[in-house]
């Protein structure tokens, strides 16, 4: 059973919009951190944008105002909203969450399988 579940990615023209979406299975339980990273091809893994359980969200410098994360704690849900998309966003995208599996009290940060953006005309 997958504990991460992403969805969203997709090929846009550069301008365009995407949004992606990542589920955590009912297995994980005090998620703390809720976030994004992406790996464009040949390159090292980026972080996009991380929440905190509060609410508090960092982004990459690259982001420049055209992404937003957000996420529905009761649904263990983050979310991000792409938009402005350029040639340069095209990547892996991961989902990561931080939290504890049931029962146990050691945090642990999972990844989910990446969903691919690809952003060309």
């Known amino acids: 059973q997958a504990q991460l579940v992403e969805s969203g990615g997709g090929l846009v023209k550069p301008g365009g919009s995407l949004n992606l979406s990542c589920v955590a299975s009912?297995?994980?339980?005090?998620?703390?951190?809720m976030g994004w990273f992406r790996q464009p091809p040949g390159k090292q893994r980026e972080a996009v944008a991380i929440m905190t359980r509060g609410g508090r969200a960092d982004y990459g410098d690259f982001v420049k105002g055209r992404f937003t994360i957000s996420r529905d704690n009761a649904r263990k849900t983050v979310y991000l909203q792409m938009s402005a998309l350029e040639p340069e966003d095209s990547a892996v995208y991961l989902c990561n969450v931080v939290g504890k599996p049931n029962g146990q009290s050691d945090f642990v940060s999972y990844w989910g399988q990446g969903t691919q953006v690809t952003v060309s005309a």
């Open positions: 009912a297995s994980i339980d005090s998620i703390t951190h």
